[in-house]
C-alpha cells in the first residue's frame, strides 16, 4: 500500500499524509505518502483525485449523501458513512483502532479537491470523538489545506504548499515537512461524546505562517485526518471514533 518515504524538511508533491523523517522532535516519526494519489515529480501538478466543479464549492460537506464527493484513501480503516450526525441524517465515520502489535502508524483519511482559484477566508466544521483511548504520543485529529499550483507561491520549488490544523490530540509538530506549516486549534485530548465545533481562517493563516497567500489555483485540497504515529510493537493499544459534519468553506 504504501512505498515510499519523504525526508524531514523534504517538499512533498501532493501527499494525503504529509511524510517525513526525523525532525528532532520526541514526536518526529516516518509517516509514509500515498502512492494511489501522489504518483508525481515535485515539478508536477498533480491530478485531482476526481473531475473539479469550478464553482469552487465543497461537494456533500454535510454527509448528507454518504460519502458523495469525498475519496477515502485506502487504509486499514477506511472512513464510513454514519447516521449519528450533528444535522440532517448523516456524517463521516473516520475509526482508528489498532493494538499492541501496531509498529509504525495508521490513519483514516478523507480528502476533496475544491476547484477554486482562491484561499478561503473560513474553513469550518463540527467533530465528534468517542472512545478516544491514547496509545502513543503521536495521535490526533486534524486537516490540511493544500493550495495547489497558481501564483505567488511563497515556496515556488514546489507544487503546492500546506497548513496542517491540529484540532486536538497533540501540542507539538509531528513530523517534519518542507512545504507545510502547523496551526494548533487545540493542543489538548478531544472533547469526548459531544460535537465539537471547529473554525480556522485559511487566507490569514497563509498570509500569518508563510507570509504569502497563494492565488490562481489549480485547485484547493482539503484533508481530514484521523491518525496515529511513533507506536512501537508493546505499546498500549488505542482507539478513536471521530465523526464529520456540517464542512463549509467561504470565500
Known amino acids: 500500500?504504501?512505498?515510499?518515504?519523504?525526508?524531514?524538511?523534504?517538499?512533498?508533491?501532493?501527499?494525503?499524509?504529509?511524510?517525513?523523517?526525523?525532525?528532532?522532535?520526541?514526536?518526529?516519526?516516518?509517516?509514509?505518502?500515498?502512492?494511489?494519489?501522489?504518483?508525481?515529480?515535485?515539478?508536477?501538478?498533480?491530478?485531482?483525485?476526481?473531475?473539479?466543479?469550478?464553482?469552487?464549492?465543497?461537494?456533500?460537506?454535510?454527509?448528507?449523501?454518504?460519502?458523495?464527493?469525498?475519496?477515502?484513501?485506502?487504509?486499514?480503516?477506511?472512513?464510513?458513512?454514519?447516521?449519528?450526525?450533528?444535522?440532517?441524517?448523516?456524517?463521516?465515520?473516520?475509526?482508528?483502532?489498532?493494538?499492541?502489535?501496531?509498529?509504525?502508524?495508521?490513519?483514516?483519511?478523507?480528502?476533496?479537491?475544491i476547484g477554486t482559484r482562491q484561499v478561503p477566508k473560513t474553513l469550518s466544521g463540527w467533530y465528534r470523538v468517542d472512545g478516544w483511548k491514547r496509545g502513543s504520543n503521536v495521535q490526533y485529529v486534524g486537516l490540511v489545506l493544500a493550495a495547489v499550483g497558481g501564483k505567488h507561491s511563497p515556496l515556488p520549488t514546489s507544487t503546492n504548499v500546506q497548513i496542517?490544523?491540529?484540532?486536538?490530540?497533540?501540542?507539538?509538530?509531528?513530523?517534519?515537512?518542507?512545504?507545510?506549516?502547523?496551526?494548533?486549534?487545540?493542543?489538548?485530548d478531544p472533547k469526548s461524546n459531544t460535537w465539537t465545533r471547529f473554525e480556522v481562517h485559511p487566507s490569514a493563516d497563509f498570509r500569518r505562517t508563510w507570509k504569502s497567500v497563494p492565488s490562481a489555483l489549480k485547485y484547493l485540497r482539503l484533508i481530514l485526518v484521523t491518525r496515529v504515529m511513533n507506536h512501537h510493537t508493546g505499546d498500549a493499544p488505542g482507539a478513536a471514533d471521530v465523526r464529520w459534519d456540517d464542512i463549509a468553506l467561504s470565500y
Open 1 to 113: 500500500m504504501f512505498s515510499r518515504f519523504a525526508r524531514s524538511g523534504a517538499l512533498v508533491p501532493l501527499v494525503v499524509l504529509a511524510a517525513c523523517g526525523s525532525s528532532g522532535s520526541s514526536n518526529a516519526s516516518r509517516a509514509h505518502s500515498n502512492d494511489a494519489v501522489n504518483k508525481t515529480s515535485s515539478t508536477t501538478i498533480p491530478r485531482p483525485l476526481a473531475p473539479l466543479d469550478s464553482s469552487g464549492s465543497l461537494t456533500n460537506g454535510g454527509f448528507e449523501d454518504a460519502l458523495t464527493g469525498w475519496s477515502r484513501i485506502p487504509q486499514t480503516n477506511p472512513a464510513q458513512p454514519d447516521p449519528l450526525a450533528h444535522s440532517g441524517a448523516g456524517s463521516a465515520l473516520a475509526r482508528l483502532a489498532f493494538d499492541t502489535t501496531l509498529e509504525g502508524g495508521t490513519s483514516t483519511v478523507l480528502a476533496q479537491d
Open 164 to 188: 496542517h490544523y491540529m484540532l486536538g490530540g497533540i501540542g507539538a509538530q509531528p513530523f517534519g515537512i518542507g512545504n507545510a506549516k502547523f496551526v494548533f486549534v487545540d493542543k489538548a
